[in-house]
């Protein structure tokens, strides 16, 4: 092999381990991330607005007694009222706007959360609603326990109003 020959194969290798390298950081994209978001009574802090397909949220909950969740709820593209403003719609409304959640993170008092559906990760662009559905003073043993064995949707546990009615929402829109 001649000296010319060999030249051309290293460029061409290092040409590979360039595109390599490339297409590694293309296939990663900007959005991922992880984003610890903190769950508080009735509140959930450190949402940012926008973020990269890819993003993985975590959850911290600050409460001493509540139990919280987060709800991702991708809102379709063709949907331009606030989320405060679709969380005021009748339910069955609601339903017929939002799709199945795409990801649930349920976080004990004083605890991190622990994902129950998906794992957190922002799979698809566009809106999403962040909502706790959690009744208010429900017991968290109680409901932890009710959500091991529901099969179909959230657990019946006794409890006030969800948390949602006292503003525990936020919005992000992914990219």
Avoid: W
Wanted: proline share 9%; with cysteine.
């Amino acid at each position: 092999m001649t000296r010319k020959h060999t030249r051309s194969l290293i460029q061409l290798g290092l040409v590979g381990v360039v595109a390599g390298v490339l297409l590694v950081a293309a296939c990663r994209g900007p959005g991922t991330q992880t984003v610890e978001i903190t769950a508080s009574d009735y509140a959930f802090q450190n949402v940012p607005a926008t973020v990269g397909v890819g993003t993985k949220f975590t959850v911290v909950n600050r409460s001493a007694a509540e139990l919280h969740e987060v709800v991702a709820l991708r809102i379709p593209d063709s949907e331009t009222r606030p989320v405060a403003q679709l969380l005021q719609l009748p339910e069955a409304e609601q339903r017929t706007i939002v799709e199945e959640p795409s990801f649930v993170i349920i976080a004990p008092p004083n605890a991190d959360g622990m994902a129950v559906l998906g794992d957190g990760t922002f799979t698809e662009p566009g809106r999403y609603a962040l909502v706790c559905f959690i009744p208010t003073g429900a017991d968290p043993q109680a409901y932890m326990a009710a959500a091991q064995q529901s099969s179909e949707g959230p657990p019946q546990v006794p409890g006030g109003p969800p948390h949602v009615a006292h503003g525990m929402f936020a919005e992000v829109r992914v990219q």
